[in-house]
């Protein structure tokens, strides 16, 4: 190979390792410091304290988490895992404690506090002027985008799973009976289902399908209305002993609210609901009635 050829090679090899030393000098210097390592997936525990209010959750051995307190019910695993992301939240800027005045960005006796396992994320004040919020992990406080204080600041049934049901996964056989505000359904001597007025077989299957997998589009804190009828549900538990759980019915306009006043939550759904849940009946007889 010539002298020419070669000196092209070196400079070819030399133009290719500095692209490659500005590249990655450049991905590491963009991309912002985590506010830890810590894998999401690794944590089994969490505890919410904000304005003296705890909410504690619990991984459990499904993989699904589950509320402790202040009652015992199945979480929103959809925003569980969206709070546990706090945990890589990059980083906009870092201080020690003694750099800044903790009483000033609220990081003094913080109202707001989540405890991953035995990591403690303290919550202070959002800068004014950059929107970002700052945080507390032992020493170090940070800066970060202010997109996870709102996902636990509310009411805890924000964070309450959307299922009318417990235990979602459970066979179709746990539910034992209905008491509807039309009907009653439940099973004959045979084990089939039947209702006491004239309905298909197709449409009592469909309605035990609704009980067992609609979803409310949200999930509120207990509001006292007018009560329209209520609406039993018996089923086996997770211990295989019978429960049954009360539903009141107090609006429906524009949309279905299911009540648990005794566990202060109600369930907010489509209207479509009404029919497929609260008065289920033959799409002839439905049309026949409208």
């Not at 303290?122 to 204080?149: C, K, M, Q, W």
């Not at 609704?210 to 997770?238: P, S």
């Not at 497929?276 to 002839?284: A, K």
């Amino acid at each position: 190979m010539s002298k020419k050829n070669l000196l092209n090679l070196f400079l070819l090899i030399v133009a290719a390792t500095l692209a490659t030393l500005i590249y990655y000098s450049e991905e590491t210097s963009t991309e912002l410091e985590r506010l830890t390592r810590i894998k999401p997936g690794t944590i089994s525990t969490i505890t919410i304290h904000h304005n003296k209010h705890e909410t504690s959750f619990a991984k459990l051995a499904d993989g699904h988490w589950h509320i402790r307190q202040p009652l015992e019910i199945a979480a929103n695993d959809f925003r569980v895992n969206s709070i546990l992301k706090l945990l890589n939240a990059p980083v906009h800027k870092r201080y020690r404690s003694s750099e800044i005045d903790l009483e000033k960005v609220g990081l003094l006796n913080p109202d707001s506090v989540i405890i991953f396992d035995d990591i403690e994320i303290a919550f202070g004040i959002t800068n004014p002027v950059t929107n970002l919020r700052f945080v507390r992990i032992g020493e170090a406080i940070s800066t970060i985008e202010d997109v996870y204080f709102p996902l636990f600041s509310s009411h805890f049934s924000t964070l309450v799973s959307l299922n009318l049901l417990p235990a979602n996964d459970l066979p179709l056989s746990t539910i034992k009976k209905l008491i509807l505000l039309n009907q009653t359904i439940s099973r004959d001597e045979a084990g089939s289902w039947q209702s006491n007025i004239d309905i298909s077989a197709d449409s009592i299957n469909k309605t035990i399908d609704h009980w067992q997998y609609d979803q409310a589009f949200g999930v509120h804190q207990y509001l006292e209305r007018k009560l329209l009828g209520e609406v039993f549900i018996y089923r086996d538990n997770t211990d295989g002993d019978e429960e049954v759980i009360t539903y009141q019915v107090t609006d429906t306009d524009p949309w279905l609210i299911l009540a648990r006043p005794e566990i202060g939550l109600e369930y907010h759904l489509d209207i479509e609901a009404y029919d497929n849940l609260i008065t289920p009946q033959d799409s002839t007889e439905k049309n026949l009635n409208d």
